[in-house]
Protein backbone atom coordinates (compact mmCIF):
# COMPACT_ATOMS: atom_id res chain seq x y z
CA UNK A 1 0.00 0.00 0.00
CA UNK A 2 1.25 3.11 -0.86
CA UNK A 3 1.77 6.29 1.81
CA UNK A 4 -0.84 8.12 0.11
CA UNK A 5 -3.12 5.55 0.79
CA UNK A 6 -1.76 4.68 3.98
CA UNK A 7 -2.72 9.04 4.41
CA UNK A 8 -5.91 8.61 3.42
CA UNK A 9 -7.17 5.40 5.22
CA UNK A 10 -5.66 6.83 8.69
CA UNK A 11 -7.03 10.58 7.73
CA UNK A 12 -10.94 8.92 7.42
CA UNK A 13 -11.64 9.23 11.32
CA UNK A 14 -10.49 12.67 11.64
CA UNK A 15 -12.25 16.04 11.29
CA UNK A 16 -10.24 18.81 10.00
CA UNK A 17 -11.01 23.06 10.00
CA UNK A 18 -8.99 24.42 7.44
CA UNK A 19 -9.08 28.54 7.42
CA UNK A 20 -8.16 30.89 4.63
CA UNK A 21 -8.95 33.64 3.49
CA UNK A 22 -7.39 33.94 -0.32
CA UNK A 23 -10.16 32.07 -2.47
CA UNK A 24 -8.27 30.64 -5.17
CA UNK A 25 -5.62 28.81 -2.47
CA UNK A 26 -8.65 28.09 0.05
CA UNK A 27 -10.39 25.82 -3.55
CA UNK A 28 -7.40 24.38 -4.77
CA UNK A 29 -6.40 23.15 -0.80
CA UNK A 30 -9.81 22.01 0.31
CA UNK A 31 -10.18 19.98 -2.77
CA UNK A 32 -7.03 17.86 -2.09
CA UNK A 33 -8.26 17.68 1.36
CA UNK A 34 -11.30 16.55 0.36
CA UNK A 35 -9.77 13.51 -1.11
CA UNK A 36 -8.09 12.55 2.11
CA UNK A 37 -10.40 13.48 4.62
CA UNK A 38 -14.63 12.32 5.04
CA UNK A 39 -14.87 15.46 7.25
CA UNK A 40 -13.93 18.95 6.26
CA UNK A 41 -15.49 22.01 7.46
CA UNK A 42 -13.88 25.20 5.77
CA UNK A 43 -13.70 28.92 7.20
CA UNK A 44 -12.73 32.11 4.91
CA UNK A 45 -11.07 33.72 7.94
CA UNK A 46 -10.53 33.51 11.63
CA UNK A 47 -13.93 35.18 13.29
CA UNK A 48 -15.34 32.27 11.11
CA UNK A 49 -12.74 29.69 12.09
CA UNK A 50 -13.52 30.18 16.05
CA UNK A 51 -17.47 30.17 15.53
CA UNK A 52 -16.86 26.49 13.69
CA UNK A 53 -14.37 25.60 16.20
CA UNK A 54 -17.12 26.69 19.22
CA UNK A 55 -19.70 24.88 17.37
CA UNK A 56 -17.92 21.67 16.46
CA UNK A 57 -15.38 19.29 17.15
CA UNK A 58 -11.93 19.17 15.36
CA UNK A 59 -8.73 16.84 15.55
CA UNK A 60 -6.58 19.06 13.44
CA UNK A 61 -6.92 22.92 12.14
CA UNK A 62 -5.05 23.99 9.74
CA UNK A 63 -4.83 28.29 9.48
CA UNK A 64 -3.28 31.17 7.52
CA UNK A 65 -1.66 33.43 9.78
CA UNK A 66 -2.53 36.99 7.64
CA UNK A 67 -6.80 36.88 7.55
CA UNK A 68 -9.15 39.59 7.83
CA UNK A 69 -11.12 39.96 11.23
CA UNK A 70 -9.41 37.56 12.94
CA UNK A 71 -5.64 36.11 12.32
CA UNK A 72 -4.34 32.67 12.52
CA UNK A 73 -2.38 33.16 15.52
CA UNK A 74 -5.15 35.25 17.35
CA UNK A 75 -7.82 32.75 16.28
CA UNK A 76 -5.30 29.58 17.87
CA UNK A 77 -4.46 31.78 20.68
CA UNK A 78 -8.71 31.44 21.52
CA UNK A 79 -8.69 28.33 20.80
CA UNK A 80 -6.11 26.85 22.66
CA UNK A 81 -7.79 28.78 26.02
CA UNK A 82 -10.76 26.31 25.14
CA UNK A 83 -8.82 23.23 24.45
CA UNK A 84 -5.28 23.51 25.52
CA UNK A 85 -4.04 19.58 23.52
CA UNK A 86 -6.04 21.15 20.22
CA UNK A 87 -3.76 20.68 17.50
CA UNK A 88 -3.31 23.37 14.78
CA UNK A 89 -0.90 23.54 11.93
CA UNK A 90 -0.03 27.21 10.42
CA UNK A 91 0.46 27.80 6.76
CA UNK A 92 2.36 31.03 5.57
CA UNK A 93 4.49 32.74 3.68
CA UNK A 94 5.82 35.26 6.03
CA UNK A 95 9.24 34.09 7.53
CA UNK A 96 8.95 37.21 10.29
CA UNK A 97 10.27 35.29 13.60
CA UNK A 98 7.47 37.44 15.47
CA UNK A 99 5.56 35.06 13.86
CA UNK A 100 7.68 31.98 15.00
CA UNK A 101 7.67 33.14 18.49
CA UNK A 102 3.95 33.81 18.85
CA UNK A 103 3.20 30.25 17.49
CA UNK A 104 5.89 28.72 19.72
CA UNK A 105 4.06 30.33 22.93
CA UNK A 106 0.87 29.37 21.48
CA UNK A 107 1.55 26.15 21.24
CA UNK A 108 1.81 25.27 17.47
CA UNK A 109 2.17 22.11 16.09
CA UNK A 110 3.49 22.64 12.84
CA UNK A 111 4.46 24.85 10.01
CA UNK A 112 3.51 24.37 6.48
CA UNK A 113 5.35 27.40 4.04
CA UNK A 114 3.54 29.05 1.43
CA UNK A 115 3.49 28.80 -1.60
CA UNK A 116 1.96 24.89 -0.83
CA UNK A 117 4.25 21.61 -1.58
CA UNK A 118 1.34 18.52 -0.97
CA UNK A 119 4.83 16.22 0.06
CA UNK A 120 5.36 18.37 3.00
CA UNK A 121 1.47 18.69 3.55
CA UNK A 122 1.33 14.91 3.80
CA UNK A 123 4.25 14.39 5.93
CA UNK A 124 2.90 16.75 8.52
CA UNK A 125 -0.19 15.44 8.17
CA UNK A 126 1.10 11.27 8.69
CA UNK A 127 3.11 12.50 11.77
CA UNK A 128 0.08 15.16 13.03
CA UNK A 129 -2.86 12.14 12.33
CA UNK A 130 -0.03 9.62 13.86
CA UNK A 131 -0.10 11.27 16.89
CA UNK A 132 -3.60 11.93 17.59
CA UNK A 133 -4.60 8.43 16.89
CA UNK A 134 -1.37 7.23 19.71
CA UNK A 135 -3.06 10.18 22.21
CA UNK A 136 -6.84 9.16 21.63
CA UNK A 137 -6.08 5.60 22.11
CA UNK A 138 -4.60 6.13 25.47
CA UNK A 139 -7.38 8.40 26.35
CA UNK A 140 -9.78 5.83 25.56
CA UNK A 141 -7.13 2.99 27.01
CA UNK A 142 -7.39 5.33 30.59
CA UNK A 143 -11.05 5.21 30.01
CA UNK A 144 -11.62 1.92 29.57
CA UNK A 145 -8.53 0.81 31.96
CA UNK A 146 -10.76 0.29 34.88
CA UNK A 147 -13.82 -1.90 32.94
CA UNK A 148 -10.72 -3.73 30.86
CA UNK A 149 -9.56 -4.65 34.29
CA UNK A 150 -12.29 -5.80 35.37
CA UNK A 151 -13.41 -7.52 32.39
CA UNK A 152 -10.40 -9.12 31.81
CA UNK A 153 -10.11 -10.17 35.29
CA UNK A 154 -13.51 -11.51 34.88
CA UNK A 155 -12.53 -13.28 31.92
CA UNK A 156 -9.35 -14.79 33.25
CA UNK A 157 -11.32 -16.27 36.56
CA UNK A 158 -13.87 -17.59 34.40
CA UNK A 159 -11.35 -19.16 32.22
CA UNK A 160 -9.79 -20.35 35.35
CA UNK A 161 -12.64 -21.37 37.04
CA UNK A 162 -13.48 -23.89 34.07
CA UNK A 163 -9.45 -25.46 33.73
CA UNK A 164 -10.73 -26.06 37.63
CA UNK A 165 -13.68 -27.77 36.88
CA UNK A 166 -12.36 -29.74 34.14
CA UNK A 167 -9.57 -30.80 36.39
CA UNK A 168 -11.44 -32.24 38.91
CA UNK A 169 -14.60 -33.45 36.75
CA UNK A 170 -11.20 -35.34 35.00
CA UNK A 171 -9.66 -36.24 38.99
CA UNK A 172 -12.77 -37.12 40.42
CA UNK A 173 -13.18 -39.41 37.05
CA UNK A 174 -10.67 -41.64 38.15
CA UNK A 175 -11.26 -41.42 41.48
CA UNK A 176 -14.95 -42.91 40.02
CA UNK A 177 -12.52 -45.30 37.84
CA UNK A 178 -10.72 -46.56 40.73
CA UNK A 179 -13.94 -46.85 42.86
CA UNK A 180 -15.36 -48.45 40.53
CA UNK A 181 -12.41 -51.70 40.47
CA UNK A 182 -13.13 -52.08 43.78
CA UNK A 183 -16.40 -52.71 45.24
CA UNK A 184 -15.08 -51.74 48.72
CA UNK A 185 -13.81 -48.03 47.60
CA UNK A 186 -16.91 -47.36 46.35
CA UNK A 187 -18.43 -44.41 47.12
CA UNK A 188 -15.41 -44.11 50.14
CA UNK A 189 -13.77 -41.04 48.73
CA UNK A 190 -17.40 -39.05 48.93
CA UNK A 191 -17.97 -40.27 51.94
CA UNK A 192 -14.53 -39.87 53.79
CA UNK A 193 -14.45 -35.75 52.34
CA UNK A 194 -18.14 -35.50 53.66
CA UNK A 195 -16.75 -36.25 57.45
CA UNK A 196 -14.09 -34.41 56.76
CA UNK A 197 -15.89 -30.84 55.81
CA UNK A 198 -17.87 -31.71 59.06
CA UNK A 199 -15.36 -32.25 61.09
CA UNK A 200 -13.63 -29.28 60.17
CA UNK A 201 -16.39 -26.99 60.07
CA UNK A 202 -17.26 -27.83 63.73
CA UNK A 203 -13.35 -26.92 64.55
CA UNK A 204 -13.62 -23.60 63.12
CA UNK A 205 -11.60 -23.74 59.99
CA UNK A 206 -12.92 -21.13 57.40
CA UNK A 207 -14.45 -22.16 54.21
CA UNK A 208 -11.55 -21.99 51.88
CA UNK A 209 -9.70 -24.09 54.65
CA UNK A 210 -12.69 -26.47 54.58
CA UNK A 211 -13.22 -26.51 50.64
CA UNK A 212 -9.32 -27.31 50.51
CA UNK A 213 -9.67 -30.35 52.87
CA UNK A 214 -12.93 -31.59 51.03
CA UNK A 215 -11.49 -31.40 47.34
CA UNK A 216 -7.81 -33.53 49.21
CA UNK A 217 -10.13 -36.09 50.44
CA UNK A 218 -11.96 -36.67 47.47
CA UNK A 219 -8.73 -37.21 46.05
CA UNK A 220 -6.67 -39.32 48.48
CA UNK A 221 -6.53 -42.34 46.72
CA UNK A 222 -6.20 -40.78 43.25
CA UNK A 223 -2.84 -43.03 43.35
CA UNK A 224 -4.74 -46.38 43.85
CA UNK A 225 -4.77 -46.14 39.83
CA UNK A 226 -1.64 -46.90 39.62
CA UNK A 227 -2.20 -49.88 41.82
CA UNK A 228 -2.09 -52.93 39.91
CA UNK A 229 -5.61 -55.28 39.82
CA UNK A 230 -4.00 -57.90 41.24
CA UNK A 231 -3.51 -55.98 44.71
CA UNK A 232 -6.32 -53.18 44.55
CA UNK A 233 -8.82 -56.27 43.72
CA UNK A 234 -7.73 -58.88 46.01
CA UNK A 235 -11.08 -59.80 48.00
CA UNK A 236 -8.38 -61.73 50.34
CA UNK A 237 -5.85 -60.28 53.28
CA UNK A 238 -2.82 -58.76 51.17
CA UNK A 239 0.27 -60.53 51.98
CA UNK A 240 3.38 -58.13 53.72
CA UNK A 241 4.74 -57.62 49.51
CA UNK A 242 1.29 -56.33 48.44
CA UNK A 243 0.54 -54.35 51.70
CA UNK A 244 4.21 -52.64 50.94
CA UNK A 245 2.83 -52.09 47.41
CA UNK A 246 -0.29 -50.88 47.54
CA UNK A 247 0.70 -48.51 50.74
CA UNK A 248 2.74 -46.30 47.61
CA UNK A 249 -0.84 -45.00 46.28
CA UNK A 250 -0.12 -42.40 49.08
CA UNK A 251 3.24 -41.22 47.04
CA UNK A 252 1.62 -41.41 44.04
CA UNK A 253 -1.60 -39.39 44.88
CA UNK A 254 0.98 -36.82 46.05
CA UNK A 255 3.08 -37.15 42.60
CA UNK A 256 -0.36 -36.84 40.62
CA UNK A 257 -1.45 -33.39 42.28
CA UNK A 258 2.08 -31.70 42.75
CA UNK A 259 2.47 -31.63 39.23
CA UNK A 260 -1.10 -30.06 38.84
CA UNK A 261 -0.54 -26.16 39.97
CA UNK A 262 -3.71 -24.88 41.13
CA UNK A 263 -4.12 -28.17 43.58
CA UNK A 264 -0.94 -28.83 44.46
CA UNK A 265 -1.56 -27.22 47.95
CA UNK A 266 -3.58 -30.46 48.25
CA UNK A 267 -0.70 -32.65 47.26
CA UNK A 268 0.86 -32.49 51.16
CA UNK A 269 -2.86 -32.78 53.15
CA UNK A 270 -2.86 -36.43 51.32
CA UNK A 271 0.68 -37.01 51.39
CA UNK A 272 -0.06 -37.15 55.20
CA UNK A 273 -3.56 -38.91 55.45
CA UNK A 274 -1.73 -42.28 56.16
CA UNK A 275 0.61 -40.95 59.58
CA UNK A 276 0.20 -41.92 63.34
CA UNK A 277 0.34 -39.45 66.24
CA UNK A 278 2.54 -41.86 67.48
CA UNK A 279 4.63 -41.73 64.24
CA UNK A 280 3.91 -45.71 63.25
CA UNK A 281 2.16 -44.49 59.80
CA UNK A 282 3.78 -44.43 56.23
CA UNK A 283 4.78 -43.09 54.28
CA UNK A 284 7.34 -40.81 56.00
CA UNK A 285 6.71 -42.04 59.89
CA UNK A 286 5.55 -37.77 60.81
CA UNK A 287 4.38 -37.80 64.31
CA UNK A 288 2.21 -35.58 66.62
CA UNK A 289 2.53 -31.76 65.08
CA UNK A 290 4.64 -32.59 62.53
CA UNK A 291 1.10 -34.07 60.78
CA UNK A 292 -0.31 -30.96 58.76
CA UNK A 293 -3.58 -30.21 60.88
CA UNK A 294 -6.10 -31.06 57.97
CA UNK A 295 -4.28 -34.28 57.48
CA UNK A 296 -5.06 -35.07 61.15
CA UNK A 297 -9.06 -34.76 60.08
CA UNK A 298 -8.46 -36.82 57.11
CA UNK A 299 -7.06 -39.36 59.44
CA UNK A 300 -10.24 -39.90 61.98
CA UNK A 301 -12.23 -39.28 59.00
CA UNK A 302 -10.77 -42.18 56.27
CA UNK A 303 -10.48 -44.70 59.64
CA UNK A 304 -14.25 -43.74 60.84
CA UNK A 305 -15.41 -44.79 57.29
CA UNK A 306 -13.18 -47.82 56.78
CA UNK A 307 -14.57 -49.30 60.24
CA UNK A 308 -17.96 -48.62 59.59
CA UNK A 309 -17.76 -50.67 55.95
CA UNK A 310 -18.36 -54.30 55.85
CA UNK A 311 -15.36 -55.83 54.53
CA UNK A 312 -14.85 -59.19 53.31
CA UNK A 313 -12.50 -60.58 56.66
CA UNK A 314 -13.76 -58.25 58.68
CA UNK A 315 -17.27 -57.29 59.34
CA UNK A 316 -18.45 -53.04 60.20
CA UNK A 317 -18.59 -52.15 63.27
CA UNK A 318 -21.65 -49.95 64.72
CA UNK A 319 -20.91 -46.39 64.63
CA UNK A 320 -20.55 -46.50 68.49
CA UNK A 321 -17.78 -49.13 68.26
CA UNK A 322 -16.18 -47.16 65.61
CA UNK A 323 -16.49 -43.73 67.82
CA UNK A 324 -15.22 -45.52 70.97
CA UNK A 325 -12.32 -47.26 68.77
CA UNK A 326 -11.45 -43.98 68.03
CA UNK A 327 -11.37 -42.68 70.93
CA UNK A 328 -9.11 -45.61 72.35
CA UNK A 329 -6.67 -44.57 69.71
CA UNK A 330 -6.43 -40.67 70.84
CA UNK A 331 -2.89 -40.04 71.49
CA UNK A 332 -1.70 -43.04 69.28
CA UNK A 333 -3.25 -43.31 66.31
CA UNK A 334 -5.18 -39.63 66.38
CA UNK A 335 -4.57 -36.22 67.05
CA UNK A 336 -6.86 -35.23 70.81
CA UNK A 337 -8.32 -32.02 69.60
CA UNK A 338 -9.48 -34.23 66.47
CA UNK A 339 -10.75 -36.75 68.41
CA UNK A 340 -13.14 -34.97 70.93
CA UNK A 341 -14.59 -32.56 68.11
CA UNK A 342 -15.03 -35.52 65.69
CA UNK A 343 -16.65 -37.72 68.56
CA UNK A 344 -19.84 -35.23 68.95
CA UNK A 345 -19.89 -34.86 65.02
CA UNK A 346 -20.02 -38.40 63.81
CA UNK A 347 -21.91 -39.62 66.50
CA UNK A 348 -24.55 -37.80 64.47
CA UNK A 349 -24.03 -39.49 61.32
CA UNK A 350 -26.50 -41.21 59.70
CA UNK A 351 -24.32 -44.81 58.37
CA UNK A 352 -25.52 -46.21 55.45
CA UNK A 353 -26.58 -50.10 55.97
CA UNK A 354 -25.50 -51.35 52.83
CA UNK A 355 -21.79 -50.05 51.94
CA UNK A 356 -19.82 -53.46 51.75
CA UNK A 357 -17.35 -54.75 49.75
CA UNK A 358 -18.96 -58.05 48.79
CA UNK A 359 -19.38 -57.48 45.18
CA UNK A 360 -23.27 -56.74 44.19
CA UNK A 361 -23.62 -56.94 40.56
CA UNK A 362 -23.15 -60.17 38.57
CA UNK A 363 -19.90 -58.72 36.65
CA UNK A 364 -18.22 -58.04 40.12
CA UNK A 365 -19.11 -61.15 41.39
CA UNK A 366 -17.75 -62.59 38.52
CA UNK A 367 -14.51 -60.26 38.49
CA UNK A 368 -14.76 -60.82 42.48
CA UNK A 369 -14.62 -64.90 42.04
CA UNK A 370 -11.78 -65.29 39.89
CA UNK A 371 -9.33 -64.61 42.79
CA UNK A 372 -10.87 -67.96 44.21
CA UNK A 373 -11.22 -69.99 41.15
CA UNK A 374 -9.73 -73.48 41.58
CA UNK A 375 -7.24 -73.88 38.22
CA UNK A 376 -7.54 -77.30 38.31
CA UNK A 377 -11.36 -78.73 38.64
CA UNK A 378 -12.68 -75.04 38.00
CA UNK A 379 -14.61 -75.03 40.81
CA UNK A 380 -14.33 -72.45 43.84
CA UNK A 381 -11.26 -72.48 46.39
CA UNK A 382 -11.80 -72.90 50.27
CA UNK A 383 -10.49 -68.96 50.52
CA UNK A 384 -13.99 -68.29 48.82
CA UNK A 385 -16.10 -70.77 50.96
CA UNK A 386 -14.12 -68.78 53.68
CA UNK A 387 -15.51 -65.48 53.04
CA UNK A 388 -19.30 -66.76 52.65
CA UNK A 389 -19.33 -68.10 55.51
CA UNK A 390 -17.77 -65.61 57.46
CA UNK A 391 -20.13 -63.03 55.30
CA UNK A 392 -23.51 -66.25 55.98
CA UNK A 393 -23.06 -65.22 60.16
CA UNK A 394 -24.54 -61.46 59.75
CA UNK A 395 -26.45 -62.13 56.29
CA UNK A 396 -27.33 -65.89 56.66
CA UNK A 397 -27.77 -65.86 53.06
CA UNK A 398 -26.69 -69.51 52.56
CA UNK A 399 -28.39 -72.84 54.66
CA UNK A 400 -27.14 -75.78 53.09
CA UNK A 401 -23.62 -78.17 52.68
CA UNK A 402 -23.39 -81.12 51.07
CA UNK A 403 -20.13 -82.99 51.48
CA UNK A 404 -18.69 -85.04 48.98
CA UNK A 405 -15.37 -86.88 49.99
CA UNK A 406 -13.95 -88.83 47.04
CA UNK A 407 -11.80 -92.46 48.56
CA UNK A 408 -8.67 -93.60 47.20
CA UNK A 409 -7.86 -90.59 44.84
CA UNK A 410 -4.54 -90.74 46.10
CA UNK A 411 -3.84 -94.02 45.39
CA UNK A 412 -5.04 -93.04 42.15
CA UNK A 413 -2.41 -90.85 41.62
CA UNK A 414 0.18 -92.37 42.64
CA UNK A 415 -0.50 -95.23 40.16
CA UNK A 416 -1.73 -93.30 37.05
CA UNK A 417 0.28 -89.57 37.39
CA UNK A 418 -1.19 -86.10 38.07
CA UNK A 419 -2.14 -85.41 35.01
CA UNK A 420 -5.06 -88.19 35.02
CA UNK A 421 -5.94 -87.57 38.53
CA UNK A 422 -6.49 -83.44 37.59
CA UNK A 423 -8.45 -84.90 34.65
CA UNK A 424 -10.71 -86.53 36.64
CA UNK A 425 -11.39 -83.97 38.80
CA UNK A 426 -12.33 -81.59 36.25
CA UNK A 427 -14.65 -84.37 34.88
CA UNK A 428 -16.28 -84.66 38.06
CA UNK A 429 -16.56 -81.25 38.94
CA UNK A 430 -18.29 -80.44 35.97
CA UNK A 431 -21.10 -83.57 36.60
CA UNK A 432 -21.42 -81.81 39.54
CA UNK A 433 -22.20 -77.74 38.62
CA UNK A 434 -24.21 -79.49 35.93
CA UNK A 435 -26.12 -81.94 37.88
CA UNK A 436 -26.48 -78.44 40.68
CA UNK A 437 -26.41 -75.15 38.35
CA UNK A 438 -28.06 -73.41 41.14
CA UNK A 439 -25.06 -74.42 44.09
CA UNK A 440 -22.17 -72.76 44.36
CA UNK A 441 -19.18 -75.67 44.11
CA UNK A 442 -16.39 -75.78 45.82
CA UNK A 443 -13.13 -78.38 45.83
CA UNK A 444 -10.98 -78.51 49.51
CA UNK A 445 -8.48 -80.52 50.25
CA UNK A 446 -7.68 -81.76 47.65
CA UNK A 447 -9.98 -84.72 46.23
CA UNK A 448 -13.75 -83.41 48.63
CA UNK A 449 -16.23 -81.02 47.19
CA UNK A 450 -18.86 -79.18 49.06
CA UNK A 451 -22.01 -78.33 47.19
CA UNK A 452 -23.57 -74.81 48.86
CA UNK A 453 -26.62 -73.69 48.68
CA UNK A 454 -29.30 -70.79 49.61
CA UNK A 455 -31.99 -73.54 50.04
CA UNK A 456 -31.79 -76.77 51.40
CA UNK A 457 -31.57 -79.35 48.83
CA UNK A 458 -30.53 -83.73 48.59
CA UNK A 459 -27.91 -84.70 47.06
CA UNK A 460 -28.35 -87.99 44.84
CA UNK A 461 -26.08 -90.13 46.34
CA UNK A 462 -26.54 -93.22 44.55
CA UNK A 463 -25.87 -90.86 41.19
CA UNK A 464 -22.72 -89.87 42.26
CA UNK A 465 -21.44 -93.39 43.61
CA UNK A 466 -22.80 -95.08 40.33
CA UNK A 467 -21.03 -92.08 38.35
CA UNK A 468 -19.35 -94.45 35.38
CA UNK A 469 -16.37 -92.06 35.98
CA UNK A 470 -15.92 -93.10 39.44
CA UNK A 471 -16.21 -96.54 39.36
CA UNK A 472 -13.93 -96.87 36.62
CA UNK A 473 -11.57 -95.16 38.51
CA UNK A 474 -12.01 -97.49 41.46
CA UNK A 475 -12.83 -94.26 43.32
CA UNK A 476 -15.51 -94.74 45.92
CA UNK A 477 -17.34 -91.60 47.61
CA UNK A 478 -19.35 -90.69 50.74
CA UNK A 479 -21.40 -87.94 52.23
CA UNK A 480 -22.37 -85.94 54.95
CA UNK A 481 -24.53 -82.55 55.13
CA UNK A 482 -24.79 -79.65 57.57
CA UNK A 483 -27.77 -77.18 58.08
CA UNK A 484 -25.97 -74.08 58.73
CA UNK A 485 -29.52 -72.42 60.59
CA UNK A 486 -28.37 -75.09 63.45
CA UNK A 487 -24.79 -75.82 62.98
CA UNK A 488 -22.50 -73.08 63.60
CA UNK A 489 -20.00 -73.30 61.12
CA UNK A 490 -18.53 -69.63 60.84
CA UNK A 491 -15.47 -69.54 58.81
CA UNK A 492 -13.08 -72.66 57.08
CA UNK A 493 -11.56 -73.58 60.51
CA UNK A 494 -14.83 -74.56 62.06
CA UNK A 495 -15.54 -76.10 58.47
CA UNK A 496 -11.95 -78.22 58.80
CA UNK A 497 -13.20 -79.38 62.57
CA UNK A 498 -16.28 -80.71 60.97
CA UNK A 499 -14.82 -82.30 57.96
CA UNK A 500 -12.25 -83.94 60.07
CA UNK A 501 -15.40 -85.16 62.72
CA UNK A 502 -17.21 -86.57 59.30
CA UNK A 503 -13.83 -88.59 58.30
CA UNK A 504 -13.38 -89.57 61.57
CA UNK A 505 -16.88 -90.98 62.01
CA UNK A 506 -16.54 -93.08 58.24
CA UNK A 507 -13.51 -94.70 59.52
CA UNK A 508 -15.23 -95.88 62.83
CA UNK A 509 -18.21 -97.22 60.41
Known amino acids: MSQLKKLKKAAQSIRLLYVEDEP ?48 GIQMSKKIKEINPEQDIIITSAYTNPEYFVEAIKTGINGYIIKPIDFTQVNQILESTISKIKRFKENENYKKNLEKMVVDKTREYKKLYDEKVHNYKQT ?94 DLADVVLDHHERFDGHGYPQGKKDNEILPLSRIMIVADAFDAMTTNRIYKARKSKEEALKEIKNFSG ?38 YFFKDIVSDTYNRNYLNIILIRNKYDKEYNCINIIYLHNFSKFNNKHGWNEGDQLLKEFSSFLKTSYPDSLIFRVHGDDFIVLNKKHINIDEEAITSLDLLQRKKITSSFAHYNLHEVNIEDMNMMDRHLLSSIAALRKD
Open 171 to 264: LYSIVNMIEDRDSYTGGHSLRVAKYCKLISEAMGYSDKEVQKLYQAAMLHDLGKIATPDSILLKPERLNKLEYKLIKEHVSESYNLLKKIPMFN
Open 332 to 369: KQFHPEVVDIAMNVLEKIEIEEDISQMPKTELEKERFS
Open 24 to 71: ALRESVSRYFNKLFKHIDVAENGEQGLELYVSNHYDIIITDIEMPKLN
